[in-house]
């Protein structure tokens, strides 16, 4: 945040309220110093495991324990939240390592929720997805691949199909090639090194 030609974000954007903002890593500083918070150079960046401590309830970290292990990669920190901003969370290095304004709708966190080494960060990411945007867990893997299969059997009907699929393999295999004559019959498949 303290280097020439730092990014910005549309100030519009804040005040949008069209649907809930998630930030991570450096994106909640970047809210912070625009918004009126605080981010400064504390000469202790945190890189690799941190310990968090949750200091204040949020959906974010509904049914997470109150300290976890998280990832952290930065040398700024929030040191002060904006006005109209909670402080949720809280590293030995960065007093603000998760804030929230759910009247702005607007949510981030400093530290990688996505990565293995934060071992509950698909919780809390889930909990953004379910608990704050309302979103519903309506597809899977397999619901998805049912869903293609029906869509191509309605295309297709009765008529005959060549279809080309790639076949992952170690070492790599020559692609396979099926033909299906209806949408009822088994494929028939056969290999070439096209």
């Given at each position: 945040?303290?280097?020439?030609?730092?990014?910005?974000?549309?100030?519009?954007?804040?005040?949008?309220g069209?649907c809930?903002?998630?930030?991570?890593?450096?994106?909640?500083?970047?809210i912070?110093q625009?918004?009126?918070?605080?981010?400064?150079?504390?000469?202790?960046?945190?890189?690799?495991?941190?310990?968090?401590?949750v200091?204040?309830?949020?959906?974010?970290?509904?049914?997470?324990?109150?300290?976890?292990?998280?990832w952290?990669?930065?040398f700024?920190?929030?040191?002060?939240?904006p006005?109209?901003?909670?402080?949720?969370?809280?590293?030995?290095?960065?007093?603000?390592a998760?804030?929230?304004?759910?009247d702005r709708?607007?949510y981030?966190?400093?530290?990688?929720?996505?990565?293995?080494?934060?071992?509950r960060?698909?919780?809390?990411?889930?909990n953004f997805l379910?608990?704050?945007?309302g979103?519903?867990?309506?597809?899977?893997?397999?619901?998805i691949?049912?869903?293609?299969?029906?869509?191509?059997?309605?295309?297709?009907?009765?008529e005959?199909?060549?279809?080309g699929l790639?076949?992952?393999?170690?070492?790599?295999?020559?692609?396979?090639?099926?033909?299906?004559?209806?949408?009822?019959?088994?494929?028939?498949?056969?290999?070439?090194?096209?």
């Amino acid at each position: 945040m303290h280097v020439e030609a730092a990014p910005r974000i549309d100030a519009a954007v804040y005040d949008a309220g069209a649907c809930p903002s998630w930030a991570s890593v450096t994106a909640p500083q970047l809210i912070a110093q625009q918004l009126g918070g605080e981010v400064a150079r504390t000469g202790r960046g945190e890189y690799g495991r941190t310990q968090l401590q949750v200091v204040n309830t949020s959906a974010l970290f509904e049914d997470l324990p109150p300290q976890q292990d998280v990832w952290m990669s930065h040398f700024d920190a929030i040191i002060g939240a904006p006005d109209g901003f909670r402080v949720v969370a809280s590293t030995p290095d960065a007093p603000v390592a998760a804030l929230e304004s759910p009247d702005r709708q607007i949510y981030g966190v400093q530290f990688h929720p996505e990565v293995a080494h934060t071992p509950r960060g698909q919780e809390l990411l889930k909990n953004f997805l379910f608990g704050v945007c309302g979103c519903r867990p309506t597809w899977t893997h397999t619901s998805i691949i049912e869903q293609a299969v029906d869509a191509i059997r309605t295309q297709v009907g009765d008529e005959e199909v060549i279809c080309g699929l790639p076949v992952a393999s170690t070492p790599p295999s020559p692609r396979r090639w099926c033909t299906r004559r209806s949408a009822t019959n088994s494929p028939a498949c056969t290999s070439t090194t096209a």
